[in-house]
């Protein structure tokens, strides 16, 4: 008989009493460390009166003056003036940020931050690196309404930037209206999809506005392709908060929407008219069909994916309402090696047909202890492979595998959902070499066994991020059941951020003993003494931001486990209870 296997979970709801006691006598006999002050700098009054505030430039060439280099075709290279001092931009391929200083005609830069992201033509690549050491060797400038010069190297040097987009009618750095100043154009899905195709011309600096409404949790990707990459891409939420500014990194974007609401997506043309495509795809994760069966749906990029429980050899027929409002039904049929899966819109007509979807890890249970001071319930997911693809940028890769996700959670104003992933580590490892990579550095460790305090590269994080770490902290080894890992803090960010309790986690990363299976938490924690938001920080942190993190740093270390929300003791304790049980 054919049988779809599934996942067992064995949740013991246990109180946490006694330890809660020893929590608060450990914070009286060691108090959580101070917030680490910074000092915030004091622009002169030159500087205060800095006409480049808020301007926004586009290079167009580097180099002798008299023999400058054209900024490589294909490439946005842009410079924000964010505050009197404080500049970002976007270097062709990697964000950026640095403090400044004005005065007179003179302009120094201070030490640049930026993300990591490998470009992928090699001209892009020096250009970037040019610009970069250009920017720090910073001298003077000159500028005008349509011209922005900065020499370096005494004159022998110079950046050559236009403005970004001189004809907008918003105000300078204001790329996120809470409403767009003309009607859009609302992005409709065809019957039985998940995801729509634009092409369309855009005049030479002008910008193109669209609407999609979606739902909390749902996966938005955007991608906006055009033949000299020269129309950059803003998403902005109806509520006004800030999905993707246009200045950072390409024109793409990729993750969990925050809230229910229309998403406002921007097509901003920086170069001459031109022609431009832009896609759009949403995937709802685990939106539960009607009906007596056991199922829930998930879409997955172009195509629908659905992980099930029934009986064998059953055709289930449920009748439901698609994440794109049209009604229709879906046949489940199951079959020996996984399931196919059929659309039918709502004439009859078959809209979609799934090849077969290998089933998450088969036969795997999954026992937990989980204290109700952490969370109230947890609800278990199989969720289907992810293999890289034009659409599918390489830190959406993943095999199919197991999601413990945690519902009543102790902190609910985070950036993060609190969870737990189970991974079949060799199967990670073959279709994702970065994934590959974060394996092999958790085998080093727990194969050598260094003093956690001393690693000072990022250590381990599955699933992939397309951001850079911000802060590590706390770090420890940690044992389950039948496995061991790495524990710590940490958060990640496309820019450089402050640490705020929404944006910070405890996550743990190990393997069991026979290097199985991975398995990942995230755990969304507060701590007393840090900001709620990033907006809540005090100004200055990014004056000298290396010496930011490491204040903070120093704080987390020495923090004790009852100044977070939930509790460190806590979460470990979770970690300590899982067991992982194959076939």
């Keep these: 008989m054919n049988r779809l296997h599934h996942l067992l979970l064995l949740l013991v709801l246990t109180a946490v009493s006694a330890c809660a006691g020893n929590d608060d006598a450990g914070a009286a006999a060691s108090p959580p460390a101070p917030s680490p002050t910074v000092q915030t700098a004091v622009p002169t009054p030159s500087a205060a009166n800095n006409t480049l505030v808020g301007s926004e430039w586009r290079l167009v060439a580097l180099g002798p003056p008299d023999a400058a280099t054209p900024a490589a075709p294909g490439s946005t290279t842009t410079l924000t003036f964010e505050s009197p001092v404080r500049i970002f931009g976007s270097g062709a391929c990697n964000e950026y940020s640095a403090d400044y200083a004005m005065q007179d005609d003179t302009i120094s830069v201070g030490q640049l931050i930026s993300t990591e992201r490998a470009c992928l033509e090699q001209t892009t690549t020096a250009q970037e690196q040019r610009y970069y050491e250009a920017l720090r060797a910073a001298e003077s400038f000159t500028h005008t309404a349509d011209q922005l010069t900065i020499h370096y190297d005494g004159g022998q040097g110079a950046l050559v930037f236009e403005p970004l987009n001189p004809d907008s009618a918003e105000s300078p750095g204001a790329d996120f209206p809470a409403f767009p100043p003309e009607e859009p154009e609302r992005i409709q899905f065809d019957e039985g999809e998940t995801g729509a195709t634009i092409s369309a011309s855009i005049a030479e600096r002008d910008r193109a506005y669209y609407v999609l409404r979606a739902f909390e949790g749902q996966e938005l990707t955007a991608e906006i392709t055009s033949p000299n990459e020269d129309v950059l891409l803003t998403i902005v939420g109806e509520d006004g908060m800030p999905i993707k500014r246009y200045q950072n990194g390409p024109p793409a974007w990729n993750g969990a929407l925050p809230a229910t609401q229309d998403y406002y997506i921007e097509a901003v043309s920086v170069g001459p008219a031109t022609t431009y495509v832009l896609t759009v795809q949403v995937r ?147 279709i994702s070499e970065p994934a590959a990579a974060h394996i092999a550095a958790l085998e080093a460790l727990l194969r050598e066994r260094p003093d956690l305090a001393g690693v000072t590269d990022t250590l381990p994080l599955l699933r992939l991020l397309n951001e850079r770490r911000t802060v590590q902290a706390l770090p420890q080894y940690l044992s389950f059941a039948n496995g061991s890992g790495i524990r710590y803090l940490t958060q990640y960010d496309q820019a450089a951020n402050p640490v705020s309790s929404d944006a910070l986690f405890y996550t743990f990363q190990g393997l069991t003993n026979d290097g199985a299976y991975y398995v990942a938490a995230i755990f969304p924690v507060a701590q007393a003494d840090l900001p709620a938001t990033a907006a809540e920080a005090a100004p200055g942190y990014a004056d000298n931001y290396q010496a930011y993190q490491a204040e903070v740093e120093a704080a987390l270390n020495t923090a004790v486990a009852a100044s977070f929300t939930p509790n460190l003791d806590a979460l470990d304790s979770i970690v300590q209870s899982v067991e992982i049980v194959a076939p």
Excluded: C
């Excluded at 056991?294 to 050899?313: D, F, K, N, V, W």
């Excluded at 039918?344 to 026992?367: C, E, K, T, Y």
């Excluded at 599918?392 to 992933?421: C, D, K, M």
């Design 284 to 430: 709802e994760d685990a939106a539960q069909i009607p009906g007596d069966a056991q199922s829930y749906i998930t879409l997955s990029q172009s195509r629908l994916a659905q992980q099930l429980r029934l009986p064998a050899e059953e055709i289930a027929v449920e009748s439901i309402t698609a994440p794109a409002t049209q009604d229709g039904t879906y046949v489940v049929k199951l079959i020996a090696e996984g399931s196919i899966y059929e659309f039918h819109g709502r004439n009859g007509a078959v809209m979609q047909v799934s090849d077969p979807l290998p089933l998450a890890p088969q036969d795997v249970d999954v026992n937990v202890e989980l204290p109700e001071t952490v969370a109230l319930s947890v609800t278990v997911s199989s969720v289907a492979a992810m293999t890289q693809t034009e659409e599918a940028p390489f830190w959406s890769v993943h095999p199919a595998h197991v999601e413990l996700a945690l519902n009543g959670y102790a902190h609910p104003a985070t950036l993060h959902q609190p969870r737990i992933v189970v991974y079949p580590a060799a199967p990670f490892a073959d």
